[in-house]
């Protein structure tokens, strides 16, 4: 069910999604690295790493990530607001040979999108921070309802201090707060210019 939004909510949505589609209309955006983040690698590769399950990528952008995931033997759902990102996703994994599940959609309407879980593994590399906050709630409970017992959340983001804006970036408080049923259980600054920050947050064992 959709609620309704305020025009001042609307208007925020709208411009997230112009400046992302235009972003990648100009064409390979600034953080479209094509290298996996060292500390996905660990979680999925190190010493102490999950054992591959079923994986959800929120904002996954052209797919790098799902890719890796998935050459990893994860089951890999990949979701991004922006059908040209979505499609060099497909792409990226259709060369790689792999089978990711790559869908164009609203991290916060997961219900719209087809992705019911349940999922081990939720991965987002800087998509939440740049969610409007009206949108946060609907992004913790859809993630929450697809989580198996003792899921992971590894999730990067900017602080607010990184933004011009008033309305981004994310902190490891509110993620305590609006995550109920989670337990945050590790806060890594990252190494940007600006503060950056990798969450991980684990899902109660018996939900
Ligand atoms: C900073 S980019 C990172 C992309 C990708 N994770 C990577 O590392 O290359 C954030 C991504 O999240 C997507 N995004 C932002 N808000 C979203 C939303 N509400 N639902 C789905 N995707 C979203 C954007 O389109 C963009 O591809």
């Known amino acids: 069910m959709s609620e309704p ?9 709208a411009a997230v999604r112009r400046e992302l589609e235009d972003y990648y209309r100009a064409g390979r955006p600034p953080w479209d690295s094509g290298v996996t983040p060292p500390e996905l690698v660990a979680m ?18 052209t797919g790098t990530n799902a890719v890796y995931l998935a050459r990893h033997g994860w089951r890999v759902a990949a979701v991004d607001l922006v059908d040209r990102a979505v499609r060099q996703a497909r792409e990226k994994a259709a060369a790689a040979g792999v089978d990711v599940t790559v869908l164009c959609g609203d991290a916060t309407r997961l ?3 087809g992705v019911p879980g349940p999922y081990e593994l939720f991965f987002d590399l800087s998509c939440y921070c740049g969610i409007p906050p009206h949108r946060r709630d609907a992004y913790a409970a859809g993630l929450t309802r ?10 990067f983001g900017y602080g607010p201090e990184a933004f011009d804006d008033p309305i981004s970036g994310v902190t490891a408080d509110e993620l305590e707060a609006r995550f109920a049923g989670w337990r945050l259980v ?10 950056t920050f990798w969450f991980t947050l684990r899902r109660a064992a018996m939900a």
């Open 111 to 113: 219900d719209e999108v």
């Open 44 to 61: 999925v590769a190190g010493p102490d790493g999950l054992p591959p399950g079923r994986a959800l990528e929120l904002g996954c952008g």
């Open 146 to 155: 697809r989580a198996a017992p003792g899921a992971t959340l590894l999730m």
């Open 186 to 195: 590790d806060v890594t600054p990252g190494t940007n210019p600006v503060p």
């Open 5 to 13: 939004r305020t025009a001042v909510e609307l208007d925020q949505e």
